[in-house]
């Protein structure tokens, strides 16, 4: 019987063949569920094969079909076919030309955009026919199926203000990053994708056994590295829809032992003596007192802070020491570095310190 998850398995295979035989490399392609694709991608970079020259495309009705270079060794795919995919010679100011756009307006159109699980989010701006904004996006991505519109996150429980503009308009899907799977609906919680590498560094940082409090946990964006990295992680969440994601984002990857989630305001958590403090929220600062008092001797504190280029770093460490001082506490600052810009003017930081 044929076996669909071994790429190298298919009905006209005698025994000794290899099913590429006399296939170009350059028309090799696996083929991976729709809802996996995303994290195929991510498998087939780290093992070497995915070809970035070529595009994602459909392959059939739940499938898509991933370039590859050679046949996957450790990536559990469908099939390995040999199929025409289109190279990325062309972007999004090309699809838009070819569906009429003057240059005046292809000016005004996105120039970044990121794919999120089977979702693309890209910010219009005052690009004309977002629509068609959308389905050149579709066109672009394959593995994707809807592309959000995003406006900005109000209120304390940052809540995204999103549209649908192409696609089928599912808002919900799982994200890969660096291992990490992240459940969430993009319509009801808030997704930074320039957050990547910080997310992906706090797993880096930490050693098994430590204890760590994530005070602003959403959907796990730092919790679920740290614990798979083996670290033991308070995390305290008050957006309901967030918390509900991050007790399944634990199941999901495998460290529902190592999270304990509470739904409330990380004020109201009681913990002391942590490794770590995680404040990755831009007004963090204004909690530094509880953050201090959960932390033990020689901890770690992250502090996250959105702050106007002309006052890096002396705000976001002055903020520090002086939540330090009113416990008669000591900092020494292991590393500054900027996330992301915030907006014109203003940067994404991070702070670490160790406070004695």
Do not use: Q
Request: glycine share 10%; with cysteine.
């Amino acid at each position: 019987m044929t076996d669909p998850t071994d790429p190298t398995d298919g009905p006209d295979r005698t025994d000794g063949d290899d099913p590429t035989d006399g296939i170009e490399a350059v028309d090799l392609a696996a083929v991976v569920e729709k809802p996996r694709a995303e994290a195929a991608v991510e498998s087939l970079r780290e093992e070497g094969v995915y070809d970035d020259a070529r595009s994602v495309a459909a392959h059939d009705a739940g499938t898509v079909a991933v370039p590859v270079s050679d046949p996957p060794a450790e990536t559990d795919v469908v099939a390995v076919v040999r199929t025409d995919l289109p190279r990325r010679t062309r972007g999004l100011r090309d699809l838009l030309r070819e569906r009429g756009w003057e240059e005046t307006e292809i000016d005004r159109a996105p120039g970044s955009w990121a794919v999120v699980g089977r979702v693309v989010l890209v910010e219009v701006g005052d690009s004309p026919r977002p629509a068609e904004v959308g389905e050149a996006l579709l066109a672009l991505h394959g593995e994707a199926d809807t592309v959000l519109a995003r406006g900005g996150v109000s209120g304390p429980t940052r809540e995204p203000d999103v549209e649908v503009i192409a696609g089928e308009g599912d808002t919900e899907t799982v994200h890969t990053e660096h291992g990490t799977r992240y459940a969430l609906d993009l319509a009801e919680v808030t997704f930074a994708p320039g957050n990547k590498d910080e997310r992906a560094r706090m797993g880096e940082v930490v050693a098994g056994g430590e204890r760590v409090f994530d005070m602003f946990a959403g959907i796990g964006y730092f919790t679920l590295p740290m614990a798979r990295a083996g670290a033991d992680v308070t995390a305290a969440e008050v957006n309901p829809t967030a918390f509900r994601y991050l007790v399944e984002n634990a199941v999901l990857n495998g460290v529902e032992d190592r999270v304990s989630a509470f739904r409330a305001d990380c004020r109201d958590v009681e913990i002391e003596g942590v490794d770590r403090v995680v404040m990755g929220y831009y007004d963090a600062y204004e909690y530094l007192d509880p953050a201090l008092a959960a932390l033990g001797p020689g901890g770690v504190v992250h502090l996250h802070e959105a702050t106007p280029e002309a006052e890096l770093w002396d705000r976001p460490v002055s903020r520090l020491r002086e939540a330090a001082a009113r416990r008669d506490r000591t900092v020494e600052v292991l590393d500054r570095r900027t996330v992301k810009s915030h907006s014109p003017g203003v940067a994404h930081v991070v702070v670490d310190a160790r406070i004695g």
